[in-house]
């Protein structure tokens, strides 16, 4: 069993079983709901999650697709598309308490990627934060 939640912990759930698909996101509407270059999506079957604590909201982000997220501090938790992908639910990787447990596979929606994000792995890497002298 897997655990994760929200940044301020209002919210909490489970997940049981194996990962059906762990893909990076570029879509326009991931990265805007999330703010993010990219999201990270553990796709699972929909009852193999189940939340232990708090409710979350739900929103329509399009015709089909519901996500859901912390009405407190806001972080995106899961999305559901019962058009597309009945029968599975997605979960925001990133809210794992373990990210690393699921290795990913793939990036998905890449004809919508930011231009700059298919060079980003050639930038500078820094421990922490670069020398500010």
Known sequence: MMTGGCHCGAIR???EGDTLTHALCHCTDCRRHAGAPMVGWAMFPHGAVKVTKGRPKTYASSKHGRRQFCPDCGTGLFYNNAEMLPG??????ATLDDPGAIPVQAHIQVAERIGWMAHAHELPAFERFPSQE
């Open 13 to 15: 759930y489970e997940v």
């Open 88 to 93: 599975r639910i997605d979960i925001q990787s």
